[in-house]
């Protein structure tokens, strides 16, 4: 069984550098942690996969295709394959889970 607690996967990113911490794949789907300092500039490009983002806390803007829409804690986000997005106006540290389908890496640019 892969079973995942929420602090505990806080308190592994926090000991990590980078923004994203990948804590689940497998072909149909992979999941991470992603977070963003208070006014930080998101350094994401499209993926070739659809996501979903759970903001566990934290406030910003979400932009996606040239629309922005306020986030917070219990915001979920569906960000089509392909689309132009990025979290802006972060006000306060924003952690974020994410679920790509499929699995992040695993479809080619071309989709």
Do not use: C, N, W
């Not at 006014?39 to 979400?62: F, K, L, M, N």
């Not at 629309?67 to 986000?77: H, I, K, M, T």
């Amino acid at each position: 069984m892969l079973a995942f607690e929420l602090a505990e996967l806080e308190a592994q990113s926090r000991r990590h550098t980078d923004l994203y911490m990948e804590f689940l794949k497998q072909p149909a789907m992979s999941a991470g942690l992603y977070r963003l300092a208070a006014g930080a500039t998101d350094p994401q490009h499209p993926h070739s996969e659809d996501e979903v983002y759970y903001v566990v806390s934290g406030r910003a803007q979400i932009r996606i295709e040239g629309e922005d829409r306020p986030v917070g804690p219990g915001s979920l986000v569906y960000v089509p394959a392909h689309a132009e997005h990025r979290f802006h106006s972060i006000d306060q540290e924003l952690v974020v889970l994410v679920f790509f389908a499929p699995a992040e890496g695993s479809r080619s640019a071309a989709g």
